[in-house]
């Protein structure tokens, strides 16, 4: 059996960005330097957990006090953190959503993945202090259910809102069905074991607090979750009038209804940016679509839906034609910039992360396709005398991948894989 399969570098470029976005975020709000503990505070960190902390049994199980103190650190820590988890950011804060709003959700897996990391701290200093003991027999949690309600309860959480939360965070035969049609890997803070207990893993506070409650509330509050998302276009609008700021640019506050000459509606614009130094303008589609993980269906989806956007470039690119920016920033109710326009405005399509994806699909050579850290990362370079919109519609004009290169411009890396009674070849395709 041969598999060929398409080089990925235009969809690892996106990544690429969408952790240097990630990065920046932490760098602004001045976290990633205030993550490593000064010597003294180490030492006086230590001895607060050797004084609270002990192991029984041989080291089969840990005995420790809570401390409020420690605890209010993890849960900094975790906040501090949440730049670089992209579900976060996956509906308003003030959403509603299963009868809370998104940030109290959040809030909910900040105090679950804060309780991990301040049982991780007691276990990891166990472990140096006690050789012996084997760290993996501590960082699963044995639970029953009433004493994990008993300290939901100490931390603030309403009674009736408990088990919402819990079953948001438990992987159950349920639940599991999902992960495993996916194909993702199960981020829980519990795992159901009967009736009376279950077992709290460090696995979600350690790689993601907030992707399994995420996706239980796309699941299981469909309705409201969908009513969510369609505030994501007012956010985004909002985010890119904040890296392109007054004077030098004009961002129009809301969309834009573009309409044909007889006055019946063509398209909408999402938003509309002019350079009052250069007088271009650009007409942008946004697309938020939710973050997807290994399954290629999901995949799939957000590629169909971002090739979709072609239709809206054509109609754009007609209803622009030949006229200038200043033309079309008259057209929009824009103020018409005192400097040159002559030249014609750009389109720019911006994805919120993801913009180009591997194998067959063309991207209409008339508009620009980008992710969203691509276009912060234009927009806060050094070289400010540089006309943004136009570079980065240079930059990212249409790719069209629906065509193989000629063999003779390919060279191929190959896999050979055996198993019994089969070889299987897999051949990655890249340009010479």
């Not at 690429?16 to 990065?23: R, T």
């Not at 192991?55 to 089969?60: I, L, N, S, T």
């Not at 003991?133 to 959480?157: A, K, N, P, S, Y």
């Amino acid at each position: 059996m041969r598999i060929e399969v398409v080089p990925d570098e235009l969809e690892a470029a996106d990544r690429e960005a969408l952790e240097w976005l990630s990065f920046q975020k932490l760098d602004a709000a001045g976290v990633r330097g205030e993550l490593d503990l000064a010597k003294g505070q180490l030492k006086r960190l230590r001895r607060r957990l050797d004084k609270k902390s002990g192991a029984d049994m041989g080291g089969w199980f840990i005995r420790y006090s809570g401390d409020d103190e420690l605890f209010e650190r993890s849960l900094r820590r975790v906040r501090d953190l949440e730049p670089i988890w992209h579900e976060t950011e996956a509906l308003p804060d003030g959403a509603m959503i299963g009868g809370k709003t998104f940030r109290e959700w959040k809030d909910a897996c900040c105090v679950a993945a804060a309780a991990v990391l301040h049982h991780i701290e007691f276990s990891t200093r166990l472990k140096t202090t006690h050789p012996g003991i084997d760290l993996r027999d501590l960082l699963t949690m044995f639970i029953r259910r009433d004493d994990l309600e008993r300290v939901w309860q100490e931390r603030g959480l309403e009674p009736e809102w408990i088990r919402a939360v819990s079953q948001a965070m438990t992987l159950d035969c349920q639940s599991i069905e999902e992960v495993l049609l996916h194909h993702d890997t199960p981020f829980p803070f519990y795992v159901d074991m009967g009736r009376e207990f279950i077992l709290a893993p460090s696995l979600s506070a350690l790689l993601n607090p907030f992707v399994g409650v995420v996706r239980h509330l796309r699941s299981c509050y469909r309705g409201d979750w969908d009513r969510a998302v369609d505030t994501r276009e007012a956010v985004f609008r909002s985010d890119l009038a904040a890296i392109f700021k007054e004077p030098r640019y004009a961002v129009l506050p809301s969309g834009v209804l573009l309409r044909r000459p007889d006055g019946t509606p063509l398209t909408d614009v999402d938003a509309v940016v002019q350079d009052q130094v250069s007088g271009t303008v650009a007409l942008v589609q946004l697309k938020w679509h939710d973050i997807f993980g290994n399954s290629l269906r999901e995949r799939e989806s957000r590629k169909r839906n971002l090739l979709a956007a072609n239709q809206w470039v054509e109609r754009v690119a007609g209803w622009v034609g030949e006229r200038s920016s200043g033309e079309i920033a008259m057209a929009v109710g824009m103020p018409v910039a005192e400097c040159l326009q002559a030249e014609k405005p750009v389109i720019l399509v911006v994805a919120r992360y993801a913009a180009r994806f591997s194998g067959a699909g063309a991207c209409d050579s008339r508009g620009a396709w980008l992710s969203w850290p691509e276009l912060v990362r234009a927009a806060t370079s050094d070289a400010r005398e540089i006309d943004i919109l136009r570079y980065v519609a240079n930059a990212f004009g249409g790719v069209d991948r629906s065509s193989w290169p000629s063999n003779d411009d390919l060279e191929a890396a190959s896999w050979r894989l055996r198993f019994p009674g089969l070889d299987v070849e897999v051949v990655r395709r890249t340009t010479a």
